[in-house]
């Protein structure tokens, strides 16, 4: 790729990833935590830094004035240009081939859509007040009324790294039991956190893959995070999310909607990053 290509590619993933980036920087800065765009930064140990720096992928290699990705180990000099280079890949095998076994299981099932966004209720049942997570914002409704509202629509979660954050009292009621080593077997692709992990996925595979593509699995990761908490009980009003009411049947089939939408967007993301995977798998176990 030649120098005018590849800057111009770079230029527009920072232009897309700005508005992303700035507003979490400055609400670092003073302090302030946003429930929904601050999420990503902290629940995926990876820094606004790693997403915003632009990569080419594997087996591009860049021509010109390329010295500035030297600075990374991950990539090496030819006689052609600079590339990522294959030793960092062979040792991130084992971790593509986890990620790859995930996303393919999830693509060979059919979505389920009636868990109807507990996850997030589960997360605050029986809790008090110092314990609630998002502290900062208050809850629509009465423990009492949570608590009844998970009881009447029960607790169905697919995702074990979702599981992990229910409080002590709400684990026993959820239908399934998850484990770590059976997440493959669990996952299923009408899960939102099942979406929302493509990004995760896709920066086990960093800077090995495109930008575009971490940026477009982050973008639906967004889209996933606003509808968790647009169906959560907490009130973000203040912050221009109109709850969907889950307590009302009415609130629920929105939900079943919206959740429809993004396992459709998820899907064909999800079928991009796996070929992308495959590729990578390929290359890591192949010699150099």
């Not at 052609?80 to 971790?95: I, M």
């Not at 009636?114 to 423990?143: K, N």
């Not at 607790?155 to 009621?173: K, Q, V, Y």
Request: net charge negative.
């Amino acid at each position: 790729m030649d120098e005018p290509q590849w800057r111009a590619l770079q230029a527009a993933h920072a232009e897309r990833v700005r508005p992303w980036i700035e507003p979490r920087l400055a609400r670092r800065y003073v302090g302030h935590r946003h429930p929904v765009d601050d999420f990503l930064f902290e629940y995926y140990p990876y820094s606004s830094g790693k997403l915003a720096t632009w990569h080419p992928g594997w087996g591009v290699i860049l021509r010109g004035n390329s010295s500035e990705f030297l600075a990374s180990t991950a990539y090496v000099e030819s006689e052609d240009g600079v590339t990522v280079g294959h030793e960092g890949l062979r040792k991130r095998a084992g971790r593509l081939a986890k990620a790859k076994e995930i996303v393919e299981a999830t693509t060979s099932r059919p979505g389920q859509f009636g868990c109807f966004g507990m996850h997030e209720w589960a997360m605050v049942y029986r809790q008090s007040a110092e314990e609630i997570r998002h502290a900062d914002h208050p809850l629509r409704l009465t423990q009492e009324e949570i608590q009844q509202v998970v009881h009447e629509v029960g607790l169905r979660c697919t995702h074990f790294d979702a599981l992990r954050f229910f409080t002590p009292a709400a684990i026993p009621l959820n239908l399934h039991v998850l484990k770590r080593d059976t997440q493959a077997q669990d996952e299923q692709p009408g899960c939102v956190h099942a979406a929302m992990d493509l990004y995760k996925y896709a920066m086990w595979a960093y800077p090995y893959l495109p930008s575009e593509l971490v940026a477009d699995c982050f973008a639906l990761a967004r889209n996933a995070r606003e509808l968790d908490m647009q169906s959560s009980p907490y009130d973000l009003i203040d912050l221009g999310y109109e709850p969907i009411l889950m307590e009302t049947i009415e609130g629920r089939r929105v939900y079943v909607e919206r959740q429809r939408q993004l396992a459709e967007a998820a899907g064909l993301l999800r079928m991009r990053l796996l070929d992308a995977l495959d590729a990578l798998s390929m290359a890591a176990n192949c010699p150099k």
